[in-house]
């Protein structure tokens, strides 16, 4: 069986998320990864139609759009993501960390299946006006 460190494994960015850093694994039926963003950064609302999600917060806070929900989430949070659900995040603390896991293992890249949503640009608009600040992604 197979044992990692993240501390061996290298950083590395991803197309669809360019600000984030993302260490990551892939195994047979799942993918794991441990994403970083900082202050003011985020992920554009998307959805997976084939990706199921996990969402754990180890560090720092994030204004979470889930469905047709929004709230802050911190340290202990868990989201469940179901497939084609609208999702995004916006850094609130200086930066936050969290564990993702999403199946299927797919290539192994977390943004695989990423399909941005078509009220994006609203969503994002309305997010920068009520965090009084512009959101970077």
Known sequence: MPYYNMNDMGVKSEAVSPL???QS???ELMKFG????YKGEGSKPHFHPNDEQFVFILE???MSILGDEERVVGPGD???IPRDTRHGATTLSEKCVSIIIKSP???GVLGE??????DADDVIRRLSEN??????Y
């Open 20 to 22: 984030a850093e993302i």
């Open 25 to 27: 694994i892939v195994g």
């Open 34 to 37: 441990l994403v970083t963003y």
């Open 60 to 62: 720092g806070q994030r």
């Open 78 to 80: 868990i989201l469940h």
């Open 105 to 107: 293992a797919g290539s």
């Open 113 to 118: 299946d990423y399909n941005e949503a078509k």
């Open 131 to 136: 965090l009084g600040e512009d959101v970077k």
